[in-house]
T-cell receptor, first 111, second 116 residues
Framework: SQELEQSPQSLIVQEGKNLTINCTSS?????LYWYKQKYGEGLIFLMM?????EEKSHEKITAKLDEKKQQSSLHITASQPSHAGIYLC???????????FGAGTILRVKS | DVKVTQSSRYLVKRTGEKVFLECVQD?????MFWYRQDPGLGLRLIYF???????EKGDIPEGYSVSREKKERFSLILESASTNQTSMYLC???????????????FGEGSRLTVL
């Protein structure tokens, strides 16, 4: 969706390196969701952020929502081949309504 | 664990055929969604439903219809398939979150449809 811009579109990193994926909206985000997808499969939920300034971590993945609730970042520390896949952000942009998604970021991790 | 099951992983159909994609969830979720996913475009919402027999158009409903006769089942129908409907179709379900909004979506494995 053009309502949610993800950057970069794709990323190749050396194993062990850190990386950041961004998700930006021109509207206030009532809920921001990060998902991961292996090629040709369904989406796996990673994290949900709702409050401005909120930060959550799971294993080596940290997601933040900025104070204005218009941008989120996903940070992976010490990347591993298992982190490879497509990362998508989804957002609830109209309170109580559907989720819209960004176009996704393709991550490849070189061993 | 929540399970969302899509009836077919791979389908090949001919132009003009009627196509049914079935989705079943086993966690009594109110909300169900159909998305299509295309390279560079991400997920685009086709239709969603927040109750039995209720449906709402998403961003790209043209050429599609849906049916929700039972809470656990949400069907996507292509009345007359066309080549531009070749895509990956993803079904999802959710509960309303306590803070409002559609909540965490649980996705099926996807159905890859090719229309020749």
């Amino acid at each position: 969706s053009q309502e949610l811009e993800q950057s970069p579109q794709s990323l190749i990193v050396q194993e062990g390196k850190n990386l950041t994926i961004n998700c930006t909206s021109s509207k206030t985000l009532y809920g921001l969701y990060w998902y991961k997808q292996k090629y040709g499969e369904g989406l796996i939920f990673l994290m949900m952020l709702q409050k401005g300034g909120e930060e959550k971590s799971h294993e080596k993945i940290t997601a933040k929502l900025d104070e204005k609730k218009q941008q989120s970042s996903l940070h992976i520390t010490a990347s591993q081949p298992s982190h490879a896949g497509i990362y998508l952000c989804g957002a609830d942009m109209e309170y109580g309504n559907k989720l819209v998604f960004g176009a996704g970021t393709i991550l490849r991790v070189k061993s | 664990d929540v399970k969302v099951t899509q009836s077919s992983r791979y389908l090949v159909k001919r132009t003009g055929e009627k196509v049914f994609l079935e989705c079943v969830q086993d966690m009594d979720h109110e909300n169900m969604f159909w998305y299509r996913q295309d390279p560079g475009l991400g997920l685009r919402l086709i239709y969603f439903s927040y109750d039995v027999k209720m449906k709402e158009k998403g961003d790209i409903p043209e050429g599609y219809s849906v049916s929700r006769e039972k809470k656990e089942r949400f069907s996507l129908i292509l009345e007359s398939a066309s080549t531009n409907q070749t895509s990956m179709y993803l079904c999802a379900s959710s509960l309303w979150s306590l803070a409002g909004g559609p909540g965490e979506l649980f996705f099926g494995e996807g159905s890859r449809l090719t229309v020749l």
